[in-house]
């Protein structure tokens, strides 16, 4: 089983890198990226997420992009601090 992880972002270029480098093994990372200024999508783009750019500004458009399918992913934003471990076992059963 795969998990998509949403990522709302907006100018999160200094934390991306420890967020994208602490997901496990069968996690995608999906970062929307919400008009940021401080190369956040290229930084994200390089590390292996899948960058998606929402025009709308705000924390809701960025959890649902419009070009994005619905679904039920789960998404955090891009600063705070995650335990990805604990959400696999979570997402497991």
């Known amino acids: 089983m795969s998990v998509d992880v949403i ?12 967020v ?10 999906i970062v929307v990226d919400n008009g940021s200024a401080d190369g956040s999508a290229d930084i994200a783009s390089s590390l292996g997420a899948v ?5 709308r500004r705000g ?19 891009g600063e705070f601090k995650v335990d990805y471990e ?3 076992r979570f997402s497991h059963g």
């Open 7 to 18: 990522l709302p972002c907006l100018d999160e270029a200094e934390a991306l890198p420890w």
């Open 20 to 29: 994208l480098g602490r997901l496990p093994q069968g996690f995608r990372a």
């Open 51 to 55: 960058v998606v750019a929402e025009p």
């Open 59 to 77: 924390f809701g458009a960025a959890c649902a992009p419009a070009d994005f399918p619905h679904g039920s992913s789960p998404f955090r934003h």
């Open 86 to 88: 604990t959400r696999a």
